[in-house]
């Protein structure tokens, strides 16, 4: 028995060898019972998913089994009750996902040749610790899904941290296993990391676009990521429909025009496409009928730009769902390696605390000064007053009797003056005005 077109010898769908010769085992009613079955007779397991259509594909050949009815104990599929068909049959292929099905994936790194390391095991998909994590176990992950060589086996969370268990730790690859999880490691699922530590890849084999030196990430000259290195598009033939696949790539909607003159800037490095042709149908630049990659007769002043409908394009997780970013792309340094790392949102507290202690230390600053000129003020008014040796503003009557007559005076003022004594300004009234007042009224 074997499982095929699936991901792993524990996914697939249910073929039985008899005579000689692989057939087909169909079903109508293929349940759990029946796949626990399988998956114990492949050591993989028990199942996790059970399917009864062409999700793995229909089967060649004759068909061996059909109407399969098992308890669920039975060591193998020949145990349970079964009938072979001999004639035509409406019911389809069955398959089955077995808990030790483990496939690999990377995840947010804008290619299936970058990102995360995930691992699906026993119904979810998980990341893997960077303990330990370096270039050998990274080259056993690009090797195992066909992306060439490993530039560089990221740490500490470099594509974002991840959901779900943590599936391994602590591996050890010498570069020249077939699947990451034949390198020797930590049991399943047994880990002291957290996602912060979840470990990544670069391949040599990802390849990716990105539109440079404009005001957004919508607009700007056409860069391609290959080979490891960063490089420009030549201006000969691209048009308005090569314009639309980039757009189209970058998620920032369609395209509205096309820069032949400069206006982002000549870039740097080599040229890696001329002679684009796109016809619309293709979803990445690279798979337009082209120049072979490096082969050109330009230079950067036909470096071509482009300017998409969008301002920010909208994210889409690797085989995930699409979600609006308001980040632009944020250039990262791998040694050798320059890789666009797109800024990603989980990573948002890291920004906001320092922000908070940032504006909690303005708002204390800002309180102290305040406190300080209140302070300097009153210091101010109080060497003021020590300076005049005049107190505070009061308020007395007077009674000119008790001053008294002045010498000569013809007659006594039989009245009362009000005199304010005010701080800084007095003005003193003298026995004399009063005199020349009193003189005036007798003439």
Same mark, same amino acid.
């Given at each position: 028995?074997?499982?095929?077109?699936?991901?792993?010898?524990?996914?697939?769908?249910?073929?039985?060898?008899?005579?000689?010769?692989?057939?087909?085992?169909?079903?109508?009613?293929?349940?759990?019972?029946?796949?626990?079955?399988?998956?114990?007779?492949?050591?993989?397991?028990?199942?996790?998913?059970?399917?009864?259509?062409?999700?793995?594909?229909?089967?060649?050949?004759?068909?061996?089994?059909?109407?399969?009815?098992?308890?669920?104990?039975?060591?193998?599929?020949?145990?349970?009750?079964?009938?072979?068909?001999?004639?035509?049959?409406?019911?389809?292929?069955?398959?089955?996902?077995?808990?030790?099905?483990?496939?690999?994936?990377?995840?947010?790194?804008?290619?299936?040749?970058?990102?995360?390391?995930?691992?699906?095991?026993?119904?979810?998909?998980?990341?893997?610790?960077?303990?330990?994590?370096?270039?050998?176990?990274?080259?056993?992950?690009?090797?195992?899904?066909?992306?060439?060589?490993?530039? %560089?086996?990221?740490?500490?969370?470099?594509?974002?941290?991840?959901?779900?268990?943590?599936?391994?730790?602590?591996?050890?690859?010498?570069? %020249?296993?077939?699947?990451?999880?034949?390198?020797?490691?930590?049991?399943?699922?047994?880990?002291?990391?957290?996602?912060?530590?979840?470990?990544?890849?670069?391949?040599?084999?990802?390849?990716?676009?990105?539109?440079?030196?404009?005001? %957004?990430?919508?607009?700007?000259?056409?860069?391609?990521?290959?080979?490891?290195?960063?490089?420009?598009?030549?201006?000969?033939?691209?048009?308005?429909?090569?314009?639309?696949?980039?757009?189209?790539?970058?998620?920032?909607?369609?395209?509205?025009?096309?820069?032949?003159?400069?206006?982002?800037?000549?870039?740097?490095?080599?040229?890696?496409?001329?002679?684009?042709?796109?016809?619309?149908?293709?979803?990445?630049?690279?798979?337009?009928?082209?120049?072979?990659?490096?082969?050109?007769?330009?230079?950067?002043?036909?470096?071509?730009?482009?300017?998409?409908?969008?301002? %920010?394009?909208?994210?889409?997780?690797?085989?995930?769902?699409?979600?609006?970013?308001?980040?632009?792309?944020?250039?990262?340094?791998?040694?050798?390696?320059?890789?666009?790392?797109?800024?990603?949102?989980?990573?948002?507290?890291?920004?906001?605390?320092?922000?908070?202690?940032?504006?909690?230390?303005?708002?204390?600053?800002?309180?102290?000064?305040?406190?300080?000129?209140?302070?300097?003020?009153?210091?101010?008014?109080?060497?003021?007053?020590?300076?005049?040796?005049?107190?505070?503003?009061?308020?007395?009557?007077?009674?000119?009797?008790?001053?008294?007559?002045?010498?000569?005076?013809?007659?006594?003022?039989?009245?009362?003056?009000?005199?304010?004594?005010?701080?800084?300004?007095?003005?003193?009234?003298?026995?004399?005005?009063?005199?020349?007042?009193?003189?005036?009224?007798?003439?």
């Amino acid at each position: 028995m074997r499982l095929v077109n699936g991901e792993s010898v524990c996914d697939g769908r249910v073929e039985v060898y008899y005579g000689g010769v692989w057939g087909r085992v169909i079903d109508t009613q293929w349940n759990f019972k029946d796949a626990d079955v399988v998956c114990r007779q492949l050591n993989c397991g028990y199942a996790i998913r059970t399917y009864n259509h062409l999700k793995f594909g229909k089967g060649t050949g004759p068909v061996w089994m059909s109407n399969v009815r098992c308890n669920g104990s039975e060591l193998s599929l020949w145990n349970c009750t079964f009938t072979q068909a001999t004639k035509l049959s409406v019911a389809d292929d069955v398959g089955v996902v077995c808990s030790d099905h483990v496939q690999v994936r990377l995840v947010d790194g804008e290619s299936r040749c970058a990102g995360r390391v995930e691992l699906y095991y026993n119904g979810d998909w998980g990341s893997v610790c960077d303990d330990s994590w370096d270039l050998a176990d990274a080259h056993v992950v690009c090797n195992q899904l066909k992306c060439g060589e490993a530039l %560089n086996a990221t740490v500490s969370g470099w594509f974002g941290p991840g959901e779900g268990p943590i599936w391994l730790d602590n591996i050890n690859c010498t570069a %020249n296993e077939s699947a990451l999880w034949e390198c020797p490691a930590g049991s399943l699922g047994e880990s002291d990391c957290n996602h912060k530590e979840d470990a990544g890849v670069i391949c040599s084999e990802h390849r990716a676009v990105r539109l440079q030196n404009g005001p %957004n990430p919508c607009q700007g000259r056409v860069e391609v990521f290959y080979n490891a290195t960063w490089g420009t598009v030549c201006a000969d033939s691209f048009g308005i429909q090569d314009a639309e696949v980039v757009c189209k790539q970058l998620s920032c909607g369609s395209a509205r025009s096309v820069d032949r003159e400069v206006t982002f800037g000549r870039g740097t490095g080599p040229i890696w496409l001329d002679d684009v042709d796109c016809r619309l149908h293709e979803s990445l630049l690279w798979q337009c009928p082209s120049s072979p990659w490096g082969q050109h007769n330009c230079k950067h002043k036909e470096d071509i730009g482009v300017i998409c409908s969008e301002m %920010n394009p909208i994210k889409i997780r690797y085989g995930g769902s699409a979600k609006k970013s308001n980040m632009a792309a944020v250039s990262e340094d791998f040694g050798h390696v320059q890789y666009e790392v797109p800024f990603n949102k989980r990573r948002l507290f890291v920004f906001i605390i320092p922000c908070i202690f940032l504006a909690l230390f303005i708002a204390n600053s800002i309180a102290l000064v305040i406190e300080l000129q209140r302070s300097f003020q009153k210091d101010q008014t109080k060497r003021q007053h020590s300076a005049t040796g005049f107190p505070e503003p009061v308020y007395e009557e007077i009674d000119i009797d008790e001053i008294g007559p002045a010498p000569g005076s013809k007659r006594t003022c039989q009245r009362f003056a009000t005199i304010f004594r005010a701080v800084p300004v007095i003005k003193i009234i003298s026995v004399k005005d009063v005199e020349d007042d009193d003189s005036r009224e007798t003439q």
